[in-house]
Structures are given as structure tokens and as C-alpha cells.
């Protein structure tokens, strides 16, 4: 059973469009993923927030804008996509990063992307 | 780098069969290692973790332990149903924020 909501569950955009996913947990967790999953690829970690600050940026292009207001929301904001953006985009959360954090990360369903 | 390698699928297999799925590891130190699951149309869900050597996790008829003589956490079944017909990736994890996923099996389970 998974606190881990993420809207909308599928998205179809232009190239030119702007567009945000949502990702909201209800585990009272304080770190916040997403990760991209296309087909035939690995998992791939794209941004990380920990207390609302961003640990991690894995070389991600701009064109992909997170945001993460407070622990319970992260958004992930897109403009300009590239038909090769077209993925599972997931979201998952923990507890906490650091000592004594649990490892555990806990993931949404995830939203289907399609850039045309 | 810390890295995982499981077997590549897709496998496929016959209803009440075994099932194994092998994983390696390559890390210093100790990690914690993880299964976890995908079943079509959603994302991943934790199906199982051991967080020390020799440690055996287990959920939903799944089984794996943690060798760290052979660096390995497989995944066992003794009997498949359908409903078990999903992508499997092992991960570990350093106790930094991230996870080290492999790069997932394809299980198919046929009636």
C-alpha cells in the first residue's frame, strides 16, 4: 500500500507546451525523488530533495524544473520537452537522509509521459 | 562505484514452477539490499529487504539472503501464480540517499 500520490497518471504535450506532475506523500517523509524510467533503460535518478532542499542533480537538462515547497509536495515543471523525454516518470519518498534515516524509499504510481 | 547486476530476462514460466532471480552486488562496506517489484501499469513497491549479512528477507512467498562471501541476493519462489508477473529490480543502498538499482527482470507467469 503505497502513501504516494502522483498526478496526473498520464500526460500526452507538444514540444512547446508547458506542463507540471505532482507528487504528494502521506508518510510524514522528509526526502523526495523523482526518477525517469524509459524502455529497455535503468532507472534513473534525475532530482532529490531532502527538508525541502535539493541534494541532488543528476546532470539533468533545464528544461526539467523541480520544485519541492515543503516535504509532503514535490512538482516537477516541464517546458520544451524532446520526444526522447517521453518515460515513466516516478516519484518516491523516505523517511529522512542522514543518520539513523530508514532506507527504505516508498514510490507513487508513477505518470506516464508522451511528448509528440 | 557501487553497482548491482541481475540476470537479464525476460524469463517466463509455467504456473506453480520456482522461481529464481539472480543479483550481485559491488560495494564497499555494508549495504542494505532490496527487491522490489513493478506489476504493469505501476510503479515500484518494495517487496522485500535484508539490511545485514546472512539476514533473510522475505514477503508474499519471496525469499532472499544476504551472502556477502558471494556478494549475492537472489530472489526465490516455490511456487509462481500469475499475478506474479511483473519486472523485478534489485537495489542496494549505502545509507547515503540513493538507491542502486539493477536493471530489472521481466517475469512472465503463464496459466
Known amino acids: 500500500e503505497t502513501g504516494v500520490t502522483q498526478t496526473p497518471r498520464h500526460l500526452v504535450m507538444g514540444m512547446t507546451n508547458k506542463k507540471s506532475l505532482k507528487c504528494e506523500q502521506h508518510?510524514?517523509?522528509?526526502?523526495m525523488y523523482w526518477y525517469k524510467q524509459s524502455a529497455k533503460k535503468p532507472l534513473e535518478l534525475m532530482f532529490v530533495?531532502?527538508?525541502?532542499?535539493?541534494?541532488e542533480n543528476n546532470s539533468v537538462p533545464s528544461r526539467f524544473s523541480p520544485e519541492c515547497p515543503n516535504s509532503s509536495h514535490l512538482f516537477l515543471h516541464l517546458h520544451t520537452l524532446q520526444p526522447e523525454d517521453s518515460a515513466l516518470y516516478l516519484c518516491a519518498s523516505r523517511a529522512k537522509v542522514g543518520a539513523g534515516g530508514q532506507e527504505t524509499q516508498y514510490f507513487g504510481p508513477g505518470t506516464r509521459l508522451l511528448v509528440l | 562505484g557501487d553497482s548491482v547486476t541481475q540476470m537479464e530476462g525476460p524469463v517466463t514460466l509455467s504456473e506453480e514452477a520456482f522461481l529464481t532471480i539472480n543479483c550481485t552486488y559491488t560495494?564497499?562496506?555494508?549495504?542494505?539490499l532490496f527487491w522490489y517489484v513493478q506489476y504493469p501499469g505501476e510503479g515500484l513497491q518494495l517487496l522485500l529487504k535484508a539490511t545485514k549479512a546472512d539476514d533473510k528477507g522475505s514477503n508474499k512467498g519471496f525469499e532472499a539472503t544476504y551472502r556477502k562471501e558471494t556478494t549475492s541476493f537472489h530472489l526465490e519462489k516455490g511456487s509462481v501464480q500469475v499475478s506474479d508477473s511483473a519486472v523485478y529490480f534489485c537495489a542496494l543502498s549505502k545509507g547515503d540517499y540513493k538507491l542502486s538499482f539493477g536493471a530489472g527482470t521481466t517475469v512472465t507467469v503463464r496459466a
Open positions: 530533495y531532502n527538508f525541502k532542499e535539493q541534494t
Open positions: 508518510l510524514g517523509h522528509n526526502a
Open positions: 560495494a564497499t562496506g555494508y549495504p542494505s
